[in-house]
């Protein structure tokens, strides 16, 4: 639950405290790691603070869990071993076989995976949309339709999505609306008071912001469906463990600083590689010309720290920049403190390659650090040759 005390206060010193309460035995202003499994009990049944394995709950992963649900907005926050094991948690509390889910046509692979590869084979029916436009998305509901969902902004694509808007057409045909607000963060933009029903967050991307660790998170405003899904998340059994929160505490403290320079770097990128002659296009909710750039403006407080680019010379020349690149590390993943580079056709959206979901072959997807500016300008300008 969130703490009352907080929920008052800004986003920043939320960020700091929520969840932090200094240790009642030493007065340790940080969460101590409970490295524990189980605990002592006052005779059966007689559990102190409600502690009784760690499966269940632990005192670190409560002090993270709190934190989530009072950035968010939330009533209940919950934490999970992975983004993708809290989507399978999510999946399994709202569906059963036979029912169905629309998903963007730009979704994440992993989560593209999870639907296609895995909910498929145990009778979940899913179907694409394209979640910017709220018409095309009630035409994709069905009368088996449990949930919608949305990224925004989207992965690779940098798509927006008007949640508000979609908060209508899901309540009016009483489905739960889902938001991944991993490439935004609780700092940028808050889904549940645009209507939302649960956020879905990588902890290992922004939240934690050090690519040191690796982690997932559900916060929903419902009581009764947050304790439906604390329910599925002790019988499933992939929670956070102890020191992972922990870290992702601590990268949680800097985020509203850290996600401001990430998105003043981007800017600078983006603005950069739209008057570069290689660049075909420049996806990034930042530009005045990007689709969705006002909705992004209306619903987020800033644009982010992610840019995607098309490249001339298609799938070899955008291949040939991710290799070239030097200070822009080659890697998977993004929302670290440095910058990474990747071609998401060969990496990280290999899995929708064939599909509805198929990402172009001339696309480079930046996660822009927090280094200085003027060098990954110069970086980038050097990869593109």
């Given at each position: 639950m969130s703490d009352e005390h907080t929920t008052h206060q800004n986003f920043e010193t939320r960020a700091i405290h929520a969840g932090n309460t200094a240790d009642p035995l030493t007065g340790a202003v940080v969460p101590p790691i409970y490295q524990v499994s189980t605990y002592k009990q006052d005779g059966v049944g007689g559990l102190r603070g409600g502690y009784e394995y760690s499966r269940s709950a632990n005192p670190t992963r409560t002090a993270l869990e709190e934190n989530l649900a009072a950035l968010e907005g939330g009533r209940r926050g919950l934490a999970f071993a992975s983004g993708l094991a809290a989507e399978d948690c999510l999946l399994r509390a709202l569906l059963v076989p036979g029912d169905h889910v629309v998903i963007p046509n730009d979704a994440y692979g992993g989560t593209f995976r999870l639907f296609a590869k895995v909910a498929s084979r145990w009778g979940v029916q899913w179907s694409v949309a394209d979640t910017s436009d709220p018409a095309a998305v009630q035409a994709a509901i069905t009368d088996r339709t449990k949930a919608v969902w949305v990224e925004t902004?989207?992965?690779?694509?940098?798509?927006?999505?008007?949640?508000?808007?979609?908060?209508?057409?899901?309540?009016?045909?009483?489905?739960?609306?889902?938001?991944?607000?991993?490439?935004?963060?609780?700092?940028?933009?808050?889904?549940?008071?645009?209507?939302?029903?649960?956020?879905?967050?990588?902890?290992?991307?922004?939240?934690?912001?050090?690519?040191?660790?690796?982690?997932g998170a559900l916060v929903t405003a419902d009581a009764e469906l947050g304790e439906e899904l604390a329910y599925h998340q002790n019988a499933m059994g992939a929670v956070a463990g102890p020191f992972d929160s922990w870290i992702v505490l601590r990268g949680i403290k800097t985020l509203a600083v850290r996600m401001d320079r990430h998105g003043e770097n981007a800017a600078k990128v983006a603005e950069m590689l739209s008057r570069h002659p290689k660049v075909t296009r420049v996806l990034y909710p930042g530009l005045p010309e990007h689709p969705g750039h006002e909705i992004a403006a209306k619903q987020m407080r800033g644009f982010g720290g992610m840019v995607s680019f098309r490249v001339e010379g298609g799938e070899e020349a955008a291949v040939a920049v991710c290799d070239r690149a030097r200070l822009f590390t080659l890697g998977e993943s993004l929302g670290g403190v440095e910058s990474l580079i990747e071609h998401p056709g060969r990496m990280t959206h290999a899995s929708v390659a064939g599909s509805l979901l198929e990402v172009p072959a001339d696309l480079v997807r930046l996660s822009v650090g927090i280094e200085n500016a003027d060098d990954l300008l110069a970086d980038l300008r050097q990869a593109l040759g």
């Open positions: 902004p989207s992965n690779p694509l940098l798509g927006i999505t008007d949640i508000a808007a979609l908060a209508d057409v899901s309540r009016t045909a009483g489905v739960k609306l889902v938001v991944d607000n991993t490439f935004a963060s609780p700092y940028l933009q808050q889904p549940l008071a645009l209507g939302a029903d649960v956020v879905v967050h990588s902890l290992t991307k922004y939240m934690g912001g050090h690519s040191d660790v690796v982690g």
